[in-house]
């Protein structure tokens, strides 16, 4: 009776597909009823309007969804619930053994690396921030100098009223100390005005130590400096020998100085010891860079007021000099935040090497990189072992859990997961840690990580990682349809799938990422410790001369000499001012006549003895050497380099001048250039002088063999000659390699984290093999009893895992190029980063990959087909 | 005294599950509403009205049995519960008493 119409078809399947489900059948039947209705009233296009507003008003969002009335009590905290959870998730690790082993081993050693490398970064943030006023102190410095002159901090605390109180520091450095009673040991310290006591706030134990550092001849000593040399007796008074000669008196005790510092100390001289030493003109001069100068201002931000009117400053303190010099000088003064000293700066003359925030931003970068493939890693292996408990969740959810349950439920196992591993990893950091202080040289004990700040890190760590790793596979699982999970063995979803190859892609990014930084590094280091540095390195025993056995070497030089000498181990002896690798003395040198208008750059200069250049084997390139029979205080050496800045075509009797010690010349000869600096800079022009009497460094060629009974003859001859001297040495190779300490470091650290990638990058991979290899079980039996062999099937199952670590490879190799690249600015002499080392990660990764999915791959070809297709 | 709170729209369509008595599913109840009110509503209001009324536990609903009417497709049908015909009857006690209240010329005036 009715022509059966139907309502426009588009409309009706948005209806289908948006409309919930439970209340679909209704409204479905609801709407056609009213459409009918229309199309009799009004006709089609009414009634076609009218449904399709009426379709769209039951669209989400505009449509309320009915709710199953529930009519069991669903509490989510129920404790019998947990209880439950507690013994499944228990059951379940140990059912899974192997997984659970590598899951929580993967993550205690990322959560470990994690552990160690903040406090790694904590400590190298940590410089200085134990002094209370250490916003407020600033180093007075240039683009160049880290020193500056001794006038000035004097001028500067009159000029400028933010000023609160300034403070200098010159360079005494190790000394070997004697007490009366003979104890003897070495210290660290500096020359310090007695403003130090207020700059960086030292808390007097015994005596007044500012009234001290006014006095000459008297020195302040820390707590434990007091403790090592006197034992319980009262310090105060004492009298302290250093290097055997000079004679200093204990006027005062401080406490010790906690945390990091750029200026470690165990002992300050005053000032007016300093002052005996050198003559007044030279504590006025305002050229000389004599020291560090330390600033305390009234408030942190008043340097700003400072660095404004520095410009003037400068105009009155070098009043009289020419007014561009005296601006260019102020346009290159800085103030230094004496925080910022240990990992922003890099002048001339630091106290000691510094770190670099380089460094820092390394290691950050390889923390979070190291953290999140332990977390890609837990994540990959909690939701593969998680898909083989759909049934589990299938059960749970016909049983009426509701999805938060299920989420709570995973989320919790997790960070139970997550708990554990954290436990395990302080125990394997409390193992790791005498390493990691070796390696970086710091004395970071055990119980450190009980301190409160590191305790909140290892938590928050933990939770951390146990929620970004929980979350995912919790809202997965606990997504599955009840229905089909509890179907026989699905394959789980592909996007699933997709995900996880992704993971494993990002895996082995960082891993290759890794091992190309870790080899290039390498590389450099390699660079750094086998360049032809034009001397010979080998075999060489340097050692300090000071007291009286340097007053008896200088005196009597050819006797002493001849003294160690009769030892047929004992090769050259050369005497100069410094070590290789340390700051020598910048002096401006000029030729003679001088060129009007040319400028030449400042020489290095080092003072030498005529065996210095045949002991450490420098080759002359031309003229001789020095020589004790011709009056050579007169005469010059350069290299190479210092000739061509020179302008001088034929060097040898040509006359320059060192200005700065107004010495007039004769160049006898030029040595082939040699790095007398570390390989972080250029070769620059040198000068060597002829001046055994002012050498403080003795270098010793032996012969190689036997080389502990030398040492011991050179150190009982010493002491014959010169009873109570210490003969500290060192070699020299082992010094040279000390200047690239911060390298090294890195180096080591980094070659330990990417093997650390690389195993829980493999564990995760591992994971992924047996999963894989379970599913393609029954494809694996038809295929065999289809006829494939061995290698057919291998190759089957692996392309996949191959594929996939060269995705990771290709795209980590850009980014490691970048990287190192970067690195490698750093330094002037340089490797060139070579295609083979990119070639030989991908090679090593797919080689660990394959080891790893292998012992899967065979055992699942080889398994009878038999077996496998029975199994239903 | 307990009040059960009714808006407005949800009070007409109580009002028509109750006339309806028994016959009320979703075309019915727009259908008389517009005919009794002349408002034209979407379906999807109706639809949420009901089910929101429902879940306060006014209306209790049945899927009716398949028949061969609309392809096969089944009805809810509502009916009005115990709770709901008390809160048509609240409301209206509560307007009788209002009405009581107002004086006999406010509506006057109010009515010219």
Same mark, same amino acid.
């Given at each position: 009776?009715?022509?059966?119409?139907?309502?426009?078809?588009?409309?009706?399947?948005?209806?289908?597909?948006?409309?919930?489900?439970?209340?679909?059948?209704?409204?479905?039947?609801?709407?056609?009823?009213?459409?009918?209705?229309?199309?009799?009233?009004?006709?089609?296009?009414?009634?076609?309007?009218?449904?399709?507003?009426?379709?769209?008003?039951?669209?989400?969002?505009?449509?309320?969804?009915?709710?199953?009335?529930?009519?069991?009590?669903?509490?989510?905290?129920?404790?019998?619930?947990?209880?439950?959870?507690?013994?499944?998730?228990?059951?379940?690790?140990?059912?899974?053994?192997?997984?659970?082993?590598?899951?929580?081993?993967?993550?205690?050693?990322?959560?470990?690396?994690?552990?160690?490398?903040?406090?790694?970064?904590?400590?190298?943030?940590?410089?200085?921030?134990?002094?209370?006023?250490?916003?407020?102190?600033?180093?007075?410095?240039?683009?160049?100098?880290?020193?500056?002159?001794?006038?000035?901090?004097?001028?500067?605390?009159?000029?400028?009223?933010?000023?609160?109180?300034?403070?200098?520091?010159?360079?005494?450095?190790?000394?070997?100390?004697?007490?009366?009673?003979?104890?003897?040991?070495?210290?660290?310290?500096?020359?310090?005005?007695?403003?130090?006591?207020?700059?960086?706030?030292?808390?007097?134990?015994?005596?007044?130590?500012?009234?001290?550092?006014?006095?000459?001849?008297?020195?302040?000593?820390?707590?434990?400096?007091?403790?090592?040399?006197?034992?319980?007796?009262?310090?105060?008074?004492?009298?302290?020998?250093?290097?055997?000669?000079?004679?200093?008196?204990?006027?005062?005790?401080?406490?010790?100085?906690?945390?990091?510092?750029?200026?470690?100390?165990?002992?300050?001289?005053?000032?007016?010891?300093?002052?005996?030493?050198?003559?007044?003109?030279?504590?006025?001069?305002?050229?000389?860079?004599?020291?560090?100068?330390?600033?305390?201002?009234?408030?942190?931000?008043?340097?700003?007021?400072?660095?404004?009117?520095?410009?003037?400053?400068?105009?009155?303190?070098?009043?009289?000099?020419?007014?561009?010099?005296?601006?260019?000088?102020?346009?290159?003064?800085?103030?230094?935040?004496?925080?910022?000293?240990?990992?922003?700066?890099?002048?001339?003359?630091?106290?000691?090497?510094?770190?670099?925030?380089?460094?820092?931003?390394?290691?950050?970068?390889?923390?979070?990189?190291?953290?999140?493939?332990?977390?890609?890693?837990?994540?990959?292996?909690?939701?593969?072992?998680?898909?083989?408990?759909?049934?589990?969740?299938?059960?749970?959810?016909?049983?009426?859990?509701?999805?938060?349950?299920?989420?709570?439920?995973?989320?919790?196992?997790?960070?139970?997961?997550?708990?554990?591993?954290?436990?395990?990893?302080?125990?394997?950091?409390?193992?790791?840690?005498?390493?990691?202080?070796?390696?970086?040289?710091?004395?970071?004990?055990?119980?450190?990580?009980?301190?409160?700040?590191?305790?909140?890190?290892?938590?928050?760590?933990?939770?951390?990682?146990?929620?970004?790793?929980?979350?995912?596979?919790?809202?997965?699982?606990?997504?599955?349809?009840?229905?089909?999970?509890?179907?026989?063995?699905?394959?789980?979803?592909?996007?699933?799938?997709?995900?996880?190859?992704?993971?494993?892609?990002?895996?082995?990014?960082?891993?290759?990422?890794?091992?190309?930084?870790?080899?290039?590094?390498?590389?450099?280091?390699?660079?750094?410790?086998?360049?032809?540095?034009?001397?010979?390195?080998?075999?060489?025993?340097?050692?300090?001369?000071?007291?009286?056995?340097?007053?008896?070497?200088?005196?009597?030089?050819?006797?002493?000499?001849?003294?160690?000498?009769?030892?047929?181990?004992?090769?050259?002896?050369?005497?100069?001012?410094?070590?290789?690798?340390?700051?020598?003395?910048?002096?401006?040198?000029?030729?003679?006549?001088?060129?009007?208008?040319?400028?030449?750059?400042?020489?290095?200069?080092?003072?030498?003895?005529?065996?210095?250049?045949?002991?450490?084997?420098?080759?002359?390139?031309?003229?001789?050497?020095?020589?004790?029979?011709?009056?050579?205080?007169?005469?010059?050496?350069?290299?190479?380099?210092?000739?061509?800045?020179?302008?001088?075509?034929?060097?040898?009797?040509?006359?320059?001048?060192?200005?700065?010690?107004?010495?007039?010349?004769?160049?006898?000869?030029?040595?082939?250039?040699?790095?007398?600096?570390?390989?972080?800079?250029?070769?620059?022009?040198?000068?060597?002088?002829?001046?055994?009497?002012?050498?403080?460094?003795?270098?010793?060629?032996?012969?190689?063999?036997?080389?502990?009974?030398?040492?011991?003859?050179?150190?009982?001859?010493?002491?014959?000659?010169?009873?109570?001297?210490?003969?500290?040495?060192?070699?020299?190779?082992?010094?040279?390699?000390?200047?690239?300490?911060?390298?090294?470091?890195?180096?080591?650290?980094?070659?330990?984290?990417?093997?650390?990638?690389?195993?829980?990058?493999?564990?995760?991979?591992?994971?992924?093999?047996?999963?894989?290899?379970?599913?393609?079980?029954?494809?694996?039996?038809?295929?065999?009893?289809?006829?494939?062999?061995?290698?057919?099937?291998?190759?089957?199952?692996?392309?996949?895992?191959?594929?996939?670590?060269?995705?990771?490879?290709?795209?980590?190799?850009?980014?490691?190029?970048?990287?190192?690249?970067?690195?490698?600015?750093?330094?002037?002499?340089?490797?060139?980063?070579?295609?083979?080392?990119?070639?030989?990660?991908?090679?090593?990764?797919?080689?660990?990959?394959?080891?790893?999915?292998?012992?899967?791959?065979?055992?699942?070809?080889?398994?009878?087909?038999?077996?496998?297709?029975?199994?239903? | 005294?307990?009040?059960?709170?009714?808006?407005?729209?949800?009070?007409?369509?109580?009002?028509? *599950? =109750?006339?309806?008595? !028994?016959? @009320?599913?979703?075309?019915?109840?727009?259908?008389?509403?517009?005919?009794? +009110?002349?408002?034209?509503?979407?379906?999807?209001?109706?639809?949420?009205?009901?089910?929101?009324?429902?879940?306060?536990?006014? *209306? =209790?609903?049945?899927? !009716?049995? @398949?028949?061969?009417?609309?392809?096969?497709?089944?009805?809810?049908?509502? +009916?009005?519960?115990?709770?709901?015909?008390?809160?048509?009857?609240?409301?209206?006690?509560?307007?009788?008493?209002?009405?009581?209240?107002?004086?006999?010329?406010?509506?006057?005036?109010?009515?010219?």
């Amino acid at each position: 009776m009715k022509q059966p119409t139907t309502p426009p078809r588009w409309a009706y399947k948005l209806l289908t597909w948006f409309h919930p489900d439970d209340t679909l059948e209704e409204v479905e039947g609801d709407l056609d009823e009213m459409y009918q209705y229309w199309y009799q009233r009004e006709g089609k296009a009414r009634a076609t309007i009218r449904y399709v507003i009426d379709v769209i008003s039951v669209l989400p969002p505009f449509v309320r969804k009915r709710h199953k009335k529930n009519a069991y009590p669903h509490p989510i905290f129920s404790l019998s619930m947990f209880r439950n959870y507690f013994k499944i998730a228990l059951r379940n690790l140990l059912k899974q053994k192997a997984y659970s082993l590598f899951n929580l081993l993967g993550l205690s050693l990322g959560i470990t690396c994690g552990l160690l490398l903040t406090l790694h970064i904590k400590e190298e943030l940590s410089y200085e921030k134990n002094i209370p006023n250490h916003n407020r102190i600033f180093r007075v410095a240039n683009t160049e100098w880290s020193k500056s002159s001794p006038p000035l901090a004097g001028e500067m605390i009159k000029f400028f009223p933010e000023i609160k109180s300034i403070t200098r520091f010159a360079s005494l450095g190790t000394q070997v100390v004697n007490t009366e009673d003979d104890k003897q040991g070495e210290s660290v310290g500096f020359f310090a005005d007695s403003t130090v006591v207020e700059v960086f706030d030292l808390q007097p134990v015994l005596g007044n130590p500012v009234k001290a550092l006014a006095e000459p001849s008297a020195i302040i000593i820390t707590r434990s400096m007091a403790e090592k040399y006197f034992g319980s007796k009262d310090p105060i008074g004492q009298k302290l020998t250093f290097e055997n000669k000079e004679e200093l008196w204990v006027r005062a005790v401080i406490e010790d100085r906690t945390g990091n510092t750029h200026l470690k100390f165990d002992y300050l001289a005053s000032m007016p010891t300093f002052y005996n030493y050198v003559s007044t003109d030279w504590l006025t001069n305002k050229g000389w860079m004599f020291g560090w100068t330390y600033v305390l201002l009234n408030h942190p931000e008043d340097v700003h007021k400072l660095e404004a009117r520095m410009k003037d400053f400068y105009l009155s303190f070098y009043a009289g000099d020419k007014k561009e010099e005296i601006l260019k000088a102020a346009e290159s003064a800085r103030l230094q935040p004496i925080t910022d000293i240990h990992l922003k700066s890099n002048l001339i003359q630091e106290v000691g090497p510094n770190s670099s925030i380089l460094y820092v931003y390394i290691f950050i970068a390889v923390e979070v990189l190291v953290l999140i493939i332990a977390c890609v890693n837990f994540i990959n292996l909690f939701t593969t072992q998680a898909l083989k408990r759909m049934k589990e969740v299938g059960v749970r959810k016909v049983l009426g859990a509701r999805k938060v349950q299920l989420v709570i439920q995973f989320l919790g196992e997790s960070f139970l997961l997550t708990c554990l591993s954290g436990i395990i990893a302080i125990v394997l950091y409390l193992i790791a840690l005498p390493f990691y202080n070796h390696i970086s040289g710091r004395q970071i004990t055990g119980w450190e990580i009980i301190q409160p700040d590191n305790l909140l890190i290892v938590t928050g760590m933990v939770l951390f990682v146990g929620l970004l790793s929980g979350l995912f596979p919790a809202f997965f699982i606990s997504n599955f349809e009840p229905v089909s999970s509890l179907k026989a063995n699905k394959t789980p979803r592909s996007s699933a799938q997709f995900l996880r190859k992704g993971l494993i892609v990002f895996q082995f990014v960082v891993a290759s990422f890794l091992i190309i930084a870790t080899v290039l590094i390498y590389q450099q280091m390699y660079l750094f410790n086998n360049k032809q540095l034009g001397f010979d390195k080998e075999q060489i025993v340097v050692a300090k001369l000071y007291g009286k056995f340097k007053e008896k070497l200088i005196l009597n030089p050819e006797v002493i000499q001849n003294e160690l000498l009769k030892n047929p181990n004992v090769v050259t002896i050369g005497k100069a001012t410094n070590r290789i690798g340390d700051d020598a003395s910048v002096e401006s040198v000029v030729p003679s006549p001088q060129e009007p208008d040319k400028e030449y750059p400042s020489f290095r200069v080092l003072r030498i003895d005529e065996n210095y250049l045949n002991a450490m084997s420098i080759p002359l390139k031309a003229g001789r050497n020095f020589s004790r029979e011709f009056s050579d205080s007169a005469s010059f050496i350069i290299n190479e380099k210092a000739a061509k800045i020179l302008g001088l075509k034929d060097p040898i009797g040509a006359t320059i001048t060192n200005t700065t010690m107004n010495i007039q010349g004769k160049v006898v000869g030029v040595v082939k250039d040699f790095h007398f600096v570390s390989l972080h800079n250029q070769i620059e022009p040198l000068l060597l002088e002829y001046r055994p009497w002012w050498t403080g460094n003795m270098f010793i060629k032996i012969k190689p063999g036997n080389v502990p009974a030398t040492l011991d003859f050179l150190q009982n001859t010493i002491q014959k000659i010169a009873p109570g001297t210490v003969f500290k040495y060192e070699f020299l190779d082992d010094h040279v390699a000390g200047l690239y300490k911060k390298e090294n470091t890195m180096s080591t650290l980094l070659k330990l984290f990417s093997i650390l990638s690389i195993i829980i990058s493999c564990l995760g991979l591992f994971g992924l093999a047996a999963h894989t290899a379970e599913i393609r079980t029954k494809e694996i039996g038809i295929r065999k009893i289809l006829g494939a062999t061995l290698s057919n099937l291998v190759k089957i199952f692996s392309q996949e895992f191959i594929l996939l670590v060269l995705i990771g490879n290709i795209i980590a190799w850009p980014l490691a190029w970048y990287a190192v690249n970067r690195w490698l600015q750093e330094f002037t002499y340089r490797i060139d980063i070579s295609w083979d080392v990119f070639v030989l990660s991908a090679v090593v990764t797919l080689c660990i990959a394959l080891v790893t999915i292998g012992y899967h791959c065979i055992k699942t070809a080889l398994s009878n087909p038999v077996n496998s297709l029975r199994t239903e | 005294m307990r009040r059960t709170y009714l808006g407005e729209l949800e009070e007409m369509i109580l009002l028509m *599950v =109750a006339i309806l008595d !028994g016959e @009320a599913y979703g075309v019915t109840v727009s259908q008389q509403l517009e005919q009794h +009110t002349g408002r034209q509503l979407t379906f999807g209001t109706v639809h949420n009205t009901l089910i929101r009324l429902e879940e306060k536990g006014f *209306v =209790a609903s049945h899927l !009716g049995g @398949a028949t061969t009417e609309r392809g096969g497709r089944r009805k809810r049908f509502f +009916t009005l519960t115990a709770l709901g015909s008390r809160a048509l009857q609240d409301v209206q006690e509560l307007r009788n008493q209002l009405w009581q209240m107002v004086p006999p010329h406010a509506l006057q005036v109010n009515g010219l």
